[in-house]
């Protein structure tokens, strides 16, 4: 797992010729096949702008022939320029603006919609486009033919059951993975081993167990026996795993999907939908990380070559869709998308496409929004759930740690992403959850009031509870302590505060060390290291001799109880 963190500036999306070349002849191809099909379409284009900047939203509606992939196009009246873009593949030609599908948005039935957009820049006016072609057809709002009518289908969603509960915390306690729990107890940590943590199945091997250990069978059996009211997994083994960093790269290569339909996700399902577990509620947390990649690192400077592979491939999205038709399909299960942090998706350039990105997977599973019951922050980060003193305001904005963000910590992030997904169509019934697991920025360090320093920077830097030199550090932090004590229905919106790290083990490697579950050395875990674009060149803040990720550290283990927030007693 690795959290990274960048704000992208508006630049041209990244494209390689021999992709956009292979792009264009399959359009050709289709244009070909279906040159006597009835063709029509809607198009809707809506616009955010800030001085010189905008974010462009646009809705597509095929009122045609059924088509496997779409090419949109237009012109822009001014000089608006296309910087970066979701949902689709876009190029730049003077004011001429094409758009292509991916693999997992290209089919369009009938009627059907989808979503994209993308972040802007201009000078003088942002006049909106009024024409647009989809497949070389104007889009005039009509139907080139009286198409036979598609009827809508009536998504089948057997998860919103009468037994699916609004906010799954409630109500009972959180399964302790006796294993953690154990590690905790024999390193100094009894005051918390009783806490509930995640179990991370995170690899094909975790659901049976790994070297002996617990798989997850043996986890929900004792789950049953703890008389829990919920267990808490993480599903993180997608292909082409944690592109945009190697701590945490994976067993499953970028093409793997079937691997990760048929021997990862088909046999947790199965394993969750035993009758036995019925009465748990089973909460499972997905695939941390991805669909936050392909917002930020696919284009401009943390761009990686691993996201965009992934992003063309479609096999993130897909992996998620896969998982959440099969766990959401269980009654008793409960589905959260990871939604990075409020220092990685809380500029307004990640904000929207990211929510856009999760409206537009979530719309494409069979139950479409209802398959989704929440999503989660701050998953193994370190973003603190409330900074007491740093407010946000035109001053502290302009200093290097907020560097124009609009948030700086998890509640005011998780509640602001909360509505943007609302507002995007998912049900105003979905709970955030932040991970506090090691949030908590505790110690002698922890920053007691506001202060009155008249250099921002200074000001800022004397008043932020977050001690992390950059707040795209991810990796063992030094300085950071345990988080809220896991909770259920904090605030309005949030269903918990839980520990989906589970406190002690490793984000990643200080130094590379051989192994055999496909982790990679990043330099982010080496205290040596400068940094990079993603961090802003600065420190990583990582603390030395950490084992590779999800190992015990104990070291790291024992600054987290000493730093906590709240104490540990
Ligand atoms: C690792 C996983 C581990 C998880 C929880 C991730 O960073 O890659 O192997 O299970 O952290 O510690």
């Known amino acids: 797992m690795k959290v990274n963190v960048h704000r992208p500036r508006a630049s041209r999306s990244v494209v390689t010729a021999l992709s956009a070349l292979l792009l264009g002849l399959v359009a050709t191809l289709i244009t070909i096949g279906s040159a006597h099909a009835a063709a029509g379409c809607k198009v809707t ?50 004011k001429h603006v094409t758009v292509k599908s991916l693999s997992y948005n290209g089919a369009l039935a009938t009627n059907a919609s989808t979503s994209l957009g993308f972040n802007g820049s201009y000078s003088g006016t942002n006049t909106a486009p009024t024409t647009f072609k989809l497949n070389g057809t104007t889009c005039d709002g009509t139907a080139g033919s009286t198409p036979t009518p598609t009827p809508t289908p009536t998504p089948t969603d057997p998860g919103d059951g009468g037994s699916h509960a609004a906010n799954p915390f409630a109500g009972g306690k959180g ?4 294993e953690w729990s154990a590690e905790a107890k024999g390193d100094g940590g009894t005051a918390v081993a009783n806490q509930p943590t995640a179990v991370w199945l995170d690899r094909i091997a975790a659901i049976n167990g790994v070297n002996g250990g617990m798989g997850l069978r043996a986890h929900l059996d004792a789950a049953v026996s703890q008389g829990a009211g919920y267990a808490q997994f993480v599903i993180y083994d997608l292909p082409g795993r944690d592109c945009a960093a190697l701590a945490s790269n994976g067993e499953l290569g970028a093409t793997d999907i079937g691997r990760y339909q048929s021997e990862y996700i088909d046999p947790i399902a199965s394993i969750m939908a035993d009758s036995k577990y019925a009465n748990l509620k089973i909460i499972t947390y997905i ?22 592979t992934m992003q063309q491939n479609g096999n993130y999205v897909k992996g998620v869709q896969y998982a959440l038709n099969k766990l959401h399909a269980i009654s008793n299960v409960y589905t959260y998308i990871d939604a990075a942090h409020h220092g990685w998706l809380g500029w307004d350039s990640n904000f929207n496409p990211a929510a856009q990105l999760f409206a537009t997977v979530a719309k494409g599973t069979t139950a479409g929004v209802n398959s989704v019951d929440g999503f989660v922050v701050n998953t193994a980060n370190y973003s603190p759930t409330t900074e007491p003193y740093l407010p946000v305001n035109d001053q502290t904005r302009q200093s290097k740690w ?12 998780g509640a602001a992403f909360r509505q943007q997904l609302i507002a995007d169509g998912f049900s105003s019934g979905i709970g955030m959850v932040i991970d506090t697991s090691r949030n908590g920025w505790g110690g ?10 008249s250099d921002i920077n200074t000001q800022v830097n004397a008043e932020r509870v977050d001690r992390r030199p950059h707040v795209g550090d991810w990796c063992n932090q030094s300085g950071a302590g345990l988080g809220a004590r896991p909770a259920a229905a904090p605030a309005t919106g ?17 130094s590379a060390i051989s192994n055999d579950e496909g982790k990679g050395f990043d330099r982010m875990c080496d205290p040596t290291y400068g940094g990079n674009a993603l961090n802003g060149n600065s420190p990583s803040g990582a603390l030395a001799n950490a084992p590779l990720s ?6 790291q283990f024992h600054q ?8 540990v007693s």
């Open 494 to 510: 949030f269903d918990a505060y839980a520990w989906v790290k589970p406190p002690g083990e490793s984000d990643g490697s200080s």
């Open 550 to 555: 999800g190992h015990w550290f104990s070291a």
């Open 560 to 567: 987290l109880l000493q730093n906590a927030y709240p104490a």
């Open 287 to 308: 695939e941390p990380d991805s669909l936050p990649n392909l917002v930020t690192n696919v284009s401009g400077n943390t761009a990686t070559a691993a996201c965009q």
């Open 175 to 178: 399964y302790v993975n006796p």
């Open 402 to 413: 907020v560097d124009w963000n609009y948030y700086v910590d998890e509640s005011s992030f």
């Open 444 to 453: 002698s360090s922890r920053p007691t009031g506001p202060s009155t320093a």
């Open 45 to 94: 284009y809506g616009t955010n702008d800030w001085g010189g900047g905008f974010t462009a939203n646009l809705g597509i509606t095929n009122l045609g022939d059924p088509v496997t992939s779409w090419t949109l196009e237009w012109d822009f009246a001014g000089n608006q320029q296309v910087g970066q873009g979701w949902s689709g593949t876009f190029t730049q030609s003077s």
